[in-house]
């Protein structure tokens, strides 16, 4: 059975860094997209960042692009999503996803989800 397990959320103030994790485990195999999501109250579930299953395709959204990182730790079977000069709109509860096709950064891509981690980015 896979499973995905966020971290790493929490409170943090304008222009602030935090480092989510996803625990992933139950994939057969090394090779597996993953992304992250996010959705904020009243807001669609939109694609942050995604990874693909060589690792040779990053995708992030425009409003990320030069301040979230996506990585991964296969040894660790950890994903992680840095995130830097964080602003009041990235508040959102944050997913991961994986899916053993390569996929892109749309939600019904993914086969697996993680049950959340909350960002609040406050002034």
């Known amino acids: 059975e896979v499973r995905l397990l966020e971290s790493g959320g929490g409170l943090v103030q304008v222009g602030g860094s935090l480092r989510l994790s996803c625990l992933v485990s139950?994939?057969?195999?090394?090779?597996?997209?993953i992304a992250w999501f996010r959705q904020a109250p009243g807001k669609a579930r939109e694609g942050v960042s995604c990874?693909?299953?060589?690792?040779?395709?990053?995708y992030y959204a425009n409003s990320v692009k030069g301040r979230f990182t996506i990585s991964r730790n296969n040894a660790k079977n950890t994903v992680y999503l840095q995130m830097n000069s964080l602003k009041r709109e990235d508040t959102a509860v944050y997913y991961c996803a994986a899916d053993e096709e390569s996929v892109g950064p749309a939600p019904y891509e993914y086969e697996y989800w993680g049950q959340g981690t909350q960002v609040t980015v406050s002034s």
């Open positions: 139950g994939f057969d195999t090394d090779f597996y997209s």
């Open positions: 990874l693909s299953v060589s690792d040779d395709i990053r």
